[in-house]
């Protein structure tokens, strides 16, 4: 079973500054379908707060920091990402939320299928009745 969890990146050190890579199904368990970027938040925002009944994620913050508060319908984590040369991995059906961004930073995702909202879970419940949990 896949679970969530730091990856450390392979950094290519150069006096001309340092190169991370990050390949699908090497670096990170799953193949790259989609990949989006958060930035320009404003100061005291949220995004997330919400479940994928099927993707699977992996987040790094490229620039700047941000925390991510994950939960998986019984217990709560907190990751504060702050560097480019990890990223946080998360399964499907992990509850997610965002908040804390530091100004100008910026969040890289990598995504395992294309957009589909009908692999949301936006209401907590729903998500976590779909655990068997209520
Ligand atoms: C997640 C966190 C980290 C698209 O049209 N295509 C896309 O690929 C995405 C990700 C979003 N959208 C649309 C859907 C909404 O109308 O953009 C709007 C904002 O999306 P959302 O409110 O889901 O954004 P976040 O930042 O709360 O969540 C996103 C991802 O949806 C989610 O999977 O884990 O970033």
Redesign the pocket.
């Known amino acids: 079973m896949k679970t969530v969890g730091i990856i450390h990146l392979p950094v290519i050190s150069d006096p001309r500054g340092n190169l991370t890579v990050i390949e699908g199904d090497n670096h990170i368990p799953f193949s790259i379908a989609?990949v989006?970027y958060?930035y320009d938040v404003p100061g005291g925002s949220e995004?997330?707060?919400?479940a994928?009944k099927r993707?699977e994620?992996f987040?790094v913050a490229v620039s700047g920091s941000f925390d991510v508060l994950v939960d998986d319908g019984t217990k709560q984590t907190n990751h504060h990402l702050n560097r480019s040369n990890y990223g946080l991995y998360?399964p499907s059906m992990t509850w997610?939320s965002?908040d804390n961004f530091s100004s100008g930073s910026v969040?890289l995702?990598l995504?395992s299928a294309r957009?589909d909202?009908e692999d949301y879970y936006r209401n907590y419940d729903d998500f976590k009745r779909a655990c068997g949990l209520i």
Request: glycine share 6%; net charge positive.
């Open positions: 989609r989006y958060l995004r997330g707060a919400h994928h993707l994620q987040i998360l997610r965002m969040c995702v995504a957009y909202e």
